[in-house]
């Protein structure tokens, strides 16, 4: 049999219909071994087939642009569609990270403005706009702090984390190279006691999240920072729960030296499928001469990229980090200016109070208190009829609704985690409790429908244990 020769798809630099081609023509510099050798039966299907087979999949497909998304502590809200707009300007869209600074005075201006307002919602004295991610941001602050610490008497190793903190905070320290310690709280608040035995010579800092993950605001944490001072050790605050509190206080006035922004959830990207991300960092002024480099500068009416701080931790990206999710933060703030800013945290809490207000008498709520962004339940109650938090958020699928995070924090057995965000008006608010409410009446008269959900979806209920633990990583014939 003559054998096939492989055929390559050319992609023109002019973006005109591609042809296909014999490779023997084409200067290819792909090993022999690893060219196609057969055609891979995909099927022959007309572009109008591919068009609805794909719409089609996209339907079914859930998205906050199709409907309620109260995923707690990972903010997916509504973002306006007028960010995409500005981050598909040619003047943004086309730059190029090894463009002369002259070339683009209009990108650096719009960072160097963008950190100056997170430094002003935040009371902080610097900022490095450069971690591509929350978790990227956690890590940078604790760098930070340990460079502090190396140049002020020595390594300190350990950070105590609460355990209502977020779960990449561990992780982040440790990648740092530093010990963690937990403590734990006590009714959903870090007190000042509950830490003052461990903060030693060896502590570089505590590493809270404000409001932390039952949605509550650690009220004692100007007290706690004045202790942490007291002993030479740091607070970071973890800020991916910034819509709760923005216009409302500055972290820094309250003692807080190292605070990470999540720009893909506060101010308004998509964050959906991993990304893009954004973990901006600012820091009290005792931090500043260990930012990464380059920060953006003002030098007169020019914007420059500054590379020359003595005692910086160095690079901790190539380029610069996500500029479009800049322009998009950017874009955001400009809209909301700073009435607007202090307006979103306003309805951030209130819409996770009402929510509160709405299914307390229906669900249990582990933790008393004022809740700020997000509220936490538990399945307590429909325990009592064989019902898990599991049989809960598969309930709601029917409902045409995405569930709320469950599970997590670990401290609320059961937990059920809703943020409505600040963006949900009242009428969906009143939906999503109708529905929960509806949800523990068939939990109480009708457990079968609970425990056999979803009964609406694509894919019904999955073997989700095993998934885990025996996962299929590879296609089979």
């Not at 683009?104 to 100056?116: A, D, H, I, N, T």
């Not at 972290?251 to 893909?264: A, C, K, P, R, T």
Request: aromatic share 8%; net charge negative; hydrophobic share 35%.
């Amino acid at each position: 049999m003559k054998k096939k020769e492989p055929l390559i798809f050319e992609i023109s630099k002019q973006g005109r219909k591609s042809d296909y081609i014999n490779h023997s023509s084409v200067d290819c510099k792909m090993p022999s071994g690893d060219l196609l050798r057969e055609r891979i039966g995909l099927p022959n299907v007309s572009e109008l087939q591919a068009v609805r087979h794909y719409t089609n999949l996209s339907n079914l497909n859930f998205g906050v642009d199709t409907g309620f998304y109260p995923l707690g502590s990972c903010t997916m809200k509504y973002n306006p569609k007028i960010n995409e707009d500005m981050a598909n300007l040619v003047g943004f869209n086309n730059v190029h990270p090894y463009q002369d600074e002259e070339d683009v005075q209009g990108s650096l201006k719009l960072m160097y403005e963008l950190g100056e307002m997170l430094k002003e919602i935040s009371g902080m004295a610097g900022i490095t706009l450069i971690p591509a991610a929350g978790a990227h941001g956690e890590n940078t602050g604790i760098r930070l702090i340990n460079a502090y610490h190396r140049a002020h008497g020595g390594f300190r190793k350990k950070i105590i984390i609460p355990d209502t903190a977020h779960g990449t905070n561990p992780a982040s320290s440790a990648f740092a190279g530093n010990e963690v310690v937990a403590v734990e709280s006590k009714g959903g608040i870090l007190r000042k006691a509950d830490i003052e035995h461990l903060v030693d010579s060896d502590t570089a800092a505590l590493m809270v999240t404000n409001p932390n993950t039952l949605g509550l605001f650690e009220s004692e944490l100007a007290d706690i920072a004045e202790l942490l001072h007291s002993r030479g050790a740091l607070l970071y605050c973890d800020g991916a729960n910034t819509n709760a509190w923005m216009g409302q206080v500055k972290l820094g006035d309250m003692g807080v030296d190292v605070i990470q922004y999540n720009l893909h959830k506060t101010f308004a990207t998509p964050h959906g499928g991993g990304g893009p991300g954004s973990g901006p960092v600012v820091v009290s002024q005792k931090l500043v001469p260990y930012l990464p480099v380059p920060i953006v500068v003002k030098e007169g009416s020019t914007y420059k990229l500054k590379y020359d701080l003595k005692d910086t931790i160095g690079r901790i990206k190539g380029f610069y980090g996500n500029f479009l999710v800049y322009v998009k933060a950017y874009t955001y703030l400009l809209m909301l200016g700073k009435e607007g800013v202090k307006k979103v945290s306003d309805m951030a809490v209130l819409n996770a109070n009402y929510i509160k207000a709405r299914l307390k008498d229906t669900y249990n709520i582990p933790f008393e208190g004022d809740n700020m962004h997000e509220v936490v339940l538990s399945d307590k109650i429909q325990n009592e009829f064989g019902i898990k938090t599991m049989d809960i958020a598969k309930r709601l699928l029917d409902y045409d609704m995405h569930p709320p995070t469950i599970y997590f924090p670990l401290v609320v057995h059961g937990a059920i985690m809703i943020e409505p965000t600040e963006t949900e008006p009242k009428e969906e608010l009143d939906m999503f409790c109708d529905v929960m409410i509806k949800v523990a009446d068939e939990a109480k008269n009708h457990p079968e429908l609970l425990h056999d959900a979803p009964h609406n979806t694509p894919v019904r209920r999955c073997d989700e244990v095993g998934a885990a633990k025996t996962p299929v990583v590879c296609l089979k014939d």
